[in-house]
């Protein structure tokens, strides 16, 4: 199993401009997370998803978006970049209602200049 | 709980040592709770977790030992080695649905030689 990958890896975005971050797990996992983590800071819920149609916001969604078509992908979109927005972004998932079902995925760093 | 800034609390201990990170969490109602450790360029991975009816929990090398009363997490780690330099954070699980975690905003770990 290739647990929660996440693509693209590093990105370096104008402000203003729009992408999407990708990220998909192999392990039927029906919960599935969006976590920003920026520098000496802890990790923020940006967006969840308990299934496959079903999306809620979490501490931090102003200026992203996701959707949630498959079981399996769960990307983050962001609109109108900001500087704001440079971070650092984790997938993770998760298959039962405890902590230690959550897998991570290796991280997206972004920039936005 | 939440500190500001961009410098992580940083506990140096001696190889062979033992460590003890500590972490104080916010909401008295949680009744999960999690300790991760992240290394450079990764996403978390989950060390040990402990539900609000044990006060303490042992695992290899690792013990977690929860003080509800004043709403104190710490985890030990027996003879630090240089593997174990990261950071450390601890979670707890909010209430309601789909199993999300309130993230601490971490330690960093350094073994030194």
């Known amino acids: 199993n290739a647990g929660v990958t996440q693509t693209p890896k590093f990105r370096i975005l104008k402000i203003g401009q729009s992408m999407t971050l990708q990220c998909t797990q192999d392990?039927?996992?029906?919960?599935m997370y969006w976590y920003r983590q920026d520098p000496g800071m802890g990790l923020k819920l940006i967006y969840y998803?308990?299934?496959?149609?079903?999306?809620d916001k979490g501490e931090v969604p102003n200026g992203y978006n996701v959707s949630r078509s498959t079981t399996e992908d769960f990307p983050l979109r962001l609109e109108l970049a900001a500087p704001s927005q440079t971070s650092v972004y984790f997938c993770?998932?998760?298959?039962?209602?405890?902590?230690?079902?959550?897998?991570f995925g290796s991280g997206t760093r972004l920039t936005v200049v | 709980g939440e500190s500001v800034g961009l410098h992580l609390p940083t506990l140096s201990v001696q190889e062979g040592d033992n460590s003890i990170i500590n972490c104080a969490y916010s909401?008295?109602?949680?009744?999960?709770f999690i300790w991760y450790k992240q290394e450079s360029g990764k996403g978390p991975q989950f060390i040990i977790d402990?539900?609000?009816?044990?006060d303490k929990r042992q695992g290899q090398r690792v013990t977690v030992l929860l003080n509800k009363t004043v709403k104190h997490l710490s985890l030990q780690i027996a003879a630090t080695q240089p593997g174990d330099s990261a950071v450390y954070f601890c979670?707890?699980?909010?209430?309601?649905?789909?199993?999300?975690?309130?993230f601490g905003t971490g330690t960093q770990l350094k073994v030194e030689l």
């Open positions: 979670a707890e699980k909010l209430g309601g649905g789909g199993n999300k975690l309130t």
């Open positions: 402990i539900r609000s009816n044990m």
């Open positions: 392990m039927n996992h029906n919960y």
């Open positions: 998803s308990v299934g496959a149609g079903i999306t």
């Open positions: 993770a998932s998760s298959s039962r209602d405890r902590g230690d079902g959550y897998t």
């Open positions: 909401n008295s109602a949680s009744d999960y």
